[in-house]
């Protein structure tokens, strides 16, 4: 009684986090094996998760409307489903170091990412897609880039990353964010 929901809180957020990161991890694993997968195993699959991420995002929809304690933790991690459903990030690892707010190993993967583009471990379309999301995730989480890191992010942003940068700056209350992120998960689904 004593802790009016603080314990309970914190093991819910604790919770939440790991349904999170277990799902961002199956999707992770999906992408490592999927050169071992059929085509349809592996769409299957990716669907699967994807519907998955969906109920955990109505899930938290239902929080959000009915605990404003939990509201600005759960934001974040609405952000970062946001972000996997309508596939703006498409590396896990982002993902999950956007919805856990780690500016500092962003940008350690930031760097890591053009060391392997240099040395040739990682083709340049990947790179390029990897940097981009990742920036703009430091940006969403309130980093400032550099001027060329701005440039480049201009430069190089898929459309699906610039509508994800435009509601989630553009929509401050999360439930707009939510609202603009079901319409798009609806429109995937057509």
Do not use: H, W
Not at 10 to 16: E, I, P, S, V, Y
Not at 36 to 44: K, R
Not at 110 to 119: A, F, G, P, Q, Y
Not at 131 to 149: D, N, Q, R
């Amino acid at each position: 009684m004593a802790s009016r929901g603080t314990q309970e809180n914190t093991k819910l957020r604790q919770n939440l986090e790991e349904q999170l990161d277990r799902l961002v991890q199956q999707l992770a694993d999906l992408e490592e094996c999927r050169e071992d997968l059929e085509e349809e195993e592996y769409e299957e699959t990716k669907n699967e998760t994807i519907d998955q991420l969906k109920e955990f995002k109505d899930s938290l929809d239902k929080m959000t409307k009915g605990n404003v304690s939990l509201v600005d933790e759960l934001n974040g991690m609405q952000l970062a489903i946001q972000a996997a459903i309508s596939q703006a990030f498409k590396t896990p690892e982002v993902i999950r170091l956007f919805a856990k707010k780690q500016p500092g190993q962003l940008r350690q993967r930031l760097s890591e990412v053009k060391r392997d583009e240099k040395i040739g471990k990682l083709q340049s379309a990947m790179a390029t897609a990897q940097c981009v999301e990742i920036l703009t995730a430091l940006k969403k989480l309130g980093e400032t880039l550099s001027p060329e890191e701005e440039m480049y992010l201009q430069n190089n942003s898929s459309a699906s990353l610039k509508q994800f940068e435009q509601v989630s700056s553009e929509l401050a209350a999360g439930d707009k964010v939510l609202e603009v992120a079901g319409s798009q998960v609806k429109d995937a689904d057509r």
